[in-house]
């Protein structure tokens, strides 16, 4: 059961969720973000400790999209090498 105050996070979140243009709808993290914040439980940073971080990309004009990933380098010398 979810108390009155959880009820009125749990409201809050949904609302501010959907209205993301960002998130299409309400899955995976996005949802466990929602359970830890109605029950004020700590959440860590998903993206600690990748090296590479997933991203969408949408042109309204066109109405297309695209899946983006970067490589997050803490030291970028010559010689270093990865694939894209």
Do not use: C
Not at 13 to 36: K, L, M, N, Q, R
Not at 55 to 81: E, H
């Amino acid at each position: 059961m979810l108390t009155e105050n959880e009820v009125e996070r749990l409201r809050k979140a949904i609302i501010a969720t959907v209205a993301s243009p960002v998130i299409g709808s309400i899955e995976d993290y996005a949802w466990e973000a929602i359970f830890h914040y109605v029950k004020d439980i700590p959440l860590s940073d998903p993206a600690l400790g990748r090296s590479k971080l997933l991203y969408d990309a949408v042109d309204i004009t066109t109405q297309t999209g695209w899946s983006l990933k970067s490589l997050q380098l803490n030291n970028f010398t010559p010689g270093n090498t990865f694939f894209l």
